[in-house]
């Protein structure tokens, strides 16, 4: 109860006092409900701490690599939780390669890719197929086959075999693999048999019977040192539009992106190169991304700029609303190049500069 005081002084002191209270309380409540609403509740997990994974899905792209058996190996537990956390796609690094996977004349061996399609299945991700034609990791019959018309039948056997095999379970395939070559002019490779005994038709062959095998399995042409506008991204840009125009199925093209830390999207025009395959109404994805440390400069200082280009790569992609982002294998530890450290993970597993580039790029960039 308000007793007045006799002291007139000490009664305003009190008044006033009581109105700083009041002041005091109303500011409080608005401050902290204002607090309320910007902090998270407790068991959301902070933004900054969502998996690539998490952070793709929300968008519903595409974000994932290459996979080795390693994957399946009960000895090296965080390889498959690193993957399972991080990507929701997942291509086999070789184990659907021809040789490996049909090493003999109609004979099949699925046990292998069949094994890390249920890896996939079990953690929801999707496979993507890689590689139908290829001029390695042939198997040594197809090799030693000198006459077109057979040539031309063992790839229809091998490329039907595998479609078949995986008829709506893998819903996209690389189906020709780095047919152009890096020499002048960039015709098509001399080096690959495809190209010297059959000539370019087998291109378009493989294709067609891909489609026909699974009409609804979408299809790619797959190289590398195309990413920006150059000779070879010309010759593949012909060839695509050539295949496009004779009606082939083709949905998309792969753009393999194994680069440096030098490599730069602005001067080799990456954007405006991808784009002109989006305007021919195809796919772009970025299908075996990594990026070689080089040089001498301190590592911290390598690892940062290894982000900057990450995070280039990315960025343009989304930006030419590209199907996927793939990196070429899970840790330096086990990459193709690994004395480079190319890769999103070191040796132990912990993500690098370049993971978190990646993050801060799926964070920052509206849909
Ligand atoms: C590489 C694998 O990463 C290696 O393990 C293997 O020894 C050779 O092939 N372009 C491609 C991929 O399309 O299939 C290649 O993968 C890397 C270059």
Redesign the pocket.
């Given at each position: 109860m308000f007793v007045q005081n006799r002291d007139p002084s000490k009664n305003s002191r009190t008044l006033l006092s009581k109105v700083a209270i009041l002041t005091a309380c109303v500011l409080g409540a608005w401050v902290s409900s204002a607090q309320t609403v910007a902090t998270p509740p407790k068991t959301e997990t902070p933004k900054t701490e969502l998996s690539l994974r998490q952070l793709a899905d929300a968008r519903g792209f595409l974000i994932g690599g290459?996979i080795?058996a390693t994957v399946l190996d009960p000895d090296s537990p965080e390889y498959s939780e690193t993957v399972a956390k991080e990507y929701n796609v997942v291509v086999t690094?070789?184990a659907m390669?021809w040789a490996p996977i049909n090493n003999a004349p109609g004979q099949f061996n699925f046990t292998l890719a069949d094994l890390m399609l249920k890896y996939a299945d079990a953690h929801k991700q999707v496979l993507r197929g890689?590689?139908l034609v290829?001029h390695?990791?042939l198997p040594r019959y197809v090799g030693e086959i000198t006459d077109k018309a057979a040539l031309l039948a063992a790839i229809k056997e091998h490329v039907q075999g595998v479609v078949t095999q995986y008829k709506g379970r893998i819903k996209m395939w690389?189906v020709v693999?780095?047919t152009i070559s890096d020499g002048p002019g960039n015709p098509l490779r001399e080096n690959s048999p495809f190209v010297k005994i059959i000539g370019p038709e087998f291109i378009e062959m493989a294709f067609r019977w891909a489609h026909e095998a699974d009409p609804d399995a979408k299809l790619y042409y797959?190289?590398?040192n195309t990413e920006g506008l150059n000779g070879k991204s010309d010759a593949v840009y012909e060839l695509v539009k050539g295949l496009l125009a004779k009606g082939v199925s083709i949905h998309g093209v792969g753009f393999?992106t194994?680069v440096d830390m030098n490599f730069s999207v602005e001067t080799s025009k990456m954007r405006e190169n991808l784009e002109r395959f989006r305007k021919l109404g195809l796919a772009v994805q970025l299908?075996?991304v990594d990026v070689q440390l080089k040089g001498d400069a301190p590592k911290a200082e390598k690892l940062q700029q290894q982000a900057k280009v990450y995070s280039d790569l990315l960025t343009t992609c989304l930006a030419v609303k590209c199907e996927a982002f793939l990196v070429?294998?899970v840790t330096d530890q086990f990459?193709?190049r690994s004395s480079f450290k190319p890769l999103l993970f070191d040796e132990d597993y912990l993500p690098k500069p370049a993971y978190f580039a990646l993050r801060d790029v799926l964070l920052g960039t509206p849909k």
């Open positions: 290459a080795s690094e070789n390669k890689h590689t290829w390695e990791q690389d693999n780095e797959n190289d590398y393999q194994h299908t075996e070429w294998g990459s193709w």
